[in-house]
C-alpha cells in the first residue's frame, strides 16, 4: 500500500500563485510515474501534468507555461507549482502514483481561485 497526502490548497485571487505538494508513504526513487488530477464537483477527474523518474513532464494544454510538476526524492514529495491562476483553475486536485501496476491517489486539496 502507499498513502500520498496532499497539501497547500487553498483560496487566492486570480494572477495568484499556489504551491502543491503530495507527500508519499513510500520511496518514490522506483516510482516512475508521479501524476497530479483535478476534479471538479460531478464532472470527470482530468489530467494536469505528470513526471516521469527521468525528470521528463507533461502537462495539459490549458496549465502549460503556468504550472510546474516536480519531485524530490529525497523527501519522497511531488510538487505542483501554480502561477497566473484564473478561475477556471478552481477544482480539487489530486496527486497519483502508479507503484507495482496499482494506481493510488490521495484524497485531494482544494483551490479556489476568486475573480
Known amino acids: 500500500q502507499v498513502q500520498l497526502v496532499e497539501s497547500g490548497g487553498g483560496l487566492v485571487q486570480a494572477g495568484g500563485s499556489l504551491r502543491l505538494s503530495c507527500v508519499v508513504s513510500?520511496?518514490?526513487?522506483?516510482?516512475?510515474?508521479m501524476a497530479w488530477y483535478r476534479q471538479a464537483p460531478g464532472k470527470q477527474r482530468e489530467f494536469v501534468a505528470d513526471?516521469?523518474?527521468?525528470?521528463?513532464?507533461n502537462y495539459a494544454d490549458s496549465v502549460k507555461g503556468r504550472f510546474a510538476i516536480s519531485r524530490d526524492n529525497a523527501k519522497n514529495t511531488l510538487y505542483l507549482q501554480m502561477n497566473s491562476l484564473k478561475s477556471e483553475d478552481t477544482d480539487r486536485y489530486y496527486c497519483?502514483?502508479?507503484?507495482?501496476?496499482?494506481?493510488?491517489w490521495g484524497q485531494g486539496t482544494q483551490v479556489t481561485v476568486s475573480s
Open positions: 513510500r520511496s518514490i526513487s522506483g516510482i516512475d510515474v
Open positions: 513526471i516521469r523518474s527521468g525528470g521528463r513532464t
Open positions: 497519483t502514483v502508479v507503484f507495482n501496476r496499482d494506481n493510488f
